[in-house]
């Protein structure tokens, strides 16, 4: 089992910044693919980006690429999402996933993401 905490949500202006973080626990992290995905008020949830089990293959949705960067640290159990270039539909809330195989299994609990001025 796989347990997953994000932080690092937040509001913040049109153009800003955040970095979400996600820490794992439980399993070996450094086995597993990871990703970021988000949910938006009265929408479905959304693939972001993902990256691999070790940080050297990494994809992401039309929508955030050039802007958002996924990153991991197996040293600290961690995957981050840095979030450049913010717009309002970029509000949601995020969540941290795990994947065994082709399907995320284990999932947090969600970190809030407001773009507003």
């Known amino acids: 089992q796989l347990q997953l905490v994000e932080s690092g949500g937040g509001l913040v202006q049109p153009g800003g910044s955040l970095r979400l973080s996600c820490l794992a626990s439980?399993?070996?992290?450094?086995?597993?693919?990871m990703g970021w995905f988000r949910q938006a008020p009265g929408k479905a949830r959304e693939f972001v980006a993902d990256?691999?089990?070790?940080?050297?293959?990494?994809s992401y949705a039309d929508s955030v690429k050039g802007r958002f960067t996924i990153a991991r640290d197996n040293g600290q159990n961690t995957v981050f999402l840095q979030m450049d270039s913010l717009k309002p539909e970029d509000t949601a809330v995020y969540y941290c996933a795990g994947r065994e195989g082709d399907e995320y299994v284990y999932w947090g609990q969600g970190t809030q993401v407001t773009v507003s001025s």
């Open positions: 439980g399993r070996t992290f450094n086995s597993y693919a």
């Open positions: 990256i691999n089990w070790s940080g050297g293959i990494t």
